[in-house]
């Protein structure tokens, strides 16, 4: 079965230091990955997608993931975080017709942003 | 340019009640879904529809009922109302394996 694991719970960062959120996914085939982020009382956005080629991926608000085969990790970075940046991080697979188009959802990592 | 729009934005039942939430979306999309979204146990996918008329059976579906009649709204429906129920509510839409795009959420509190 599909699953998706984010093995931090809570990370807590300065203002203007790096950022890595973790993810790994269990999956029969390459699939479909995303990160979408997620702030107090609001829906998902998405913030970037890899659907094939280029492993490095940019997405919006400067964050770009980078998804690497032999580690089934797509884990995404930041060079500089700030403030407006602390939120919930969700990574997910699928999309693709033989997982009936389903998405599958890691259980989220709460980013806290420290002056 | 609304997107996907979720009605009610909150909701407190009894405990027995029903009601309907509903999900519209304006983009011409194929696919709907209607998650659960609870502490530390990230988005659970209850049903999905991959076109007018049709629907299926996500991760936890039980106790949850929906329809899709037209390609434009997506209900989801608690006949009876349990205190697990509590949660909040997420519908998305997407055009077929591209990314999702997400409602603002329905916080429903079963009491």
């Known amino acids: 079965a599909q699953s998706v694991t984010q093995p931090d719970i809570h990370i807590t960062v300065s203002e203007g230091a790096s950022l890595e959120l973790r993810c790994n996914y269990s999956?029969?085939?390459?699939?479909?990955l995303f990160w979408y982020v997620q702030s107090p009382g609001q829906g998902l956005q998405l913030l970037l997608k890899?659907?094939?080629?280029?492993?490095l991926v940019q997405g919006i608000k400067g964050f770009e993931a980078e998804f690497k085969r032999s580690q089934s990790s797509f884990n995404l970075r930041k060079p500089s975080v700030h403030w407006s940046d602390a939120a919930e991080y969700f990574c997910a697979v699928g999309g693709v017709w033989n997982t009936g188009n389903q998405f599958y959802f890691g259980t989220g990592t709460s980013l806290t942003v420290i002056p | 340019n609304a997107g996907v729009t979720q009605t009610p934005k909150f909701r407190v039942l009894k405990t027995g009640q029903s009601m309907t939430l509903l999900c519209a979306q304006d983009?011409?999309?194929?696919?709907m879904y209607w998650y659960r979204q609870d502490p530390g146990m990230g988005l659970r996918l209850i049903h999905y529809s991959v076109g007018e008329g049709t629907t299926a059976k996500g991760e936890v579906p039980d106790g949850y009922n929906v329809s899709r009649l037209k390609k434009q709204n997506f209900l989801l429906g608690l006949e009876s109302a349990a205190p697990s129920q509590t949660s909040v509510y997420f519908c998305?839409?997407?055009?077929?394996?591209?990314?999702?795009?997400f409602g603002d959420g329905t916080r429903l509190s079963i009491l």
């Open positions: 890899y659907f094939s080629g280029d492993t």
């Open positions: 983009m011409n999309h194929e696919y």
């Open positions: 998305a839409s997407s055009y077929g394996s591209q990314p999702q795009h």
């Open positions: 999956y029969g085939a390459t699939p479909y």
